[in-house]
């Protein structure tokens, strides 16, 4: 070996060496990528280059939102009153229990004010909806029972300023969710 050779081997590296040898990779794959696009087609490459920025400008454009071209006004009243009367069939020797729910009542308290069975209230609670109306029950609400002759729950609705929440009617031992009394 050469004296200059041997003595370049023992010379630390400078920061251009450096960054040559880190980038040498980079550049030799631009250079075979320049050398893969000579064999494009001209048409192409015209092509390409028209339709790249088109591409680019559409995917970076966002639409101004549109503005409304009238604003809204008016009114809308509604009434909350029932419009319809409902009238709740009661079974020969039964009775019509109606009840505002106070503050810190619970409709068990209920049931054993009235001597109502614990099995109907437990019957009415597996028939409950999963958003737990009965056990949600608050002051103001209106209840609306049915009691048959036997001293058993036949149908209860949860009223709330006149509109009808929840209904319940006895079906054989169990009690079942009801649109309409």
């Known amino acids: 070996m050469s ?9 630390p590296e400078s920061f251009a060496s450096k960054m040559n040898n880190v980038t040498l990779p980079v550049r030799q794959g631009i250079g075979r990528s320049l050398q893969s696009w000579r064999q494009v087609p001209g048409k192409h490459k015209l092509g390409l280059a028209i339709l790249t920025p088109l591409w680019i400008l559409l995917l970076m454009w966002q639409p101004a939102p549109q503005q ?5 006004t008016g009114s809308l009243s509604l009434s909350l009153a029932p419009t319809v009367s409902r009238e709740i069939e009661i079974p020969v020797g039964g009775k019509k229990l109606d009840h505002t729910m106070a503050q810190g009542e619970t409709l ?3 049931f054993r004010q ?4 614990g099995s109907d209230l437990i019957a009415l609670v597996r028939a409950e909806p999963s958003y ?21 729950l036949h149908y209860l609705e949860v009223n709330d300023k006149g509109l009808l929440l929840n209904a319940f009617r006895r079906m054989g031992q169990e009690f079942a969710v009801v649109t309409t009394p």
Do not use: F, Y
């Open 3 to 11: 004296r200059r050779k041997q003595m370049k081997r023992n010379q």
């Open 68 to 72: 409304a071209a009238t604003p809204v």
């Open 108 to 110: 068990a308290a209920l």
């Open 114 to 117: 009235w001597k109502l069975p």
């Open 132 to 152: 737990k109306p009965l056990s949600n029950l608050r002051a103001g609400q209106d209840l609306t029972l049915v009691v048959n002759k036997e001293g058993q």
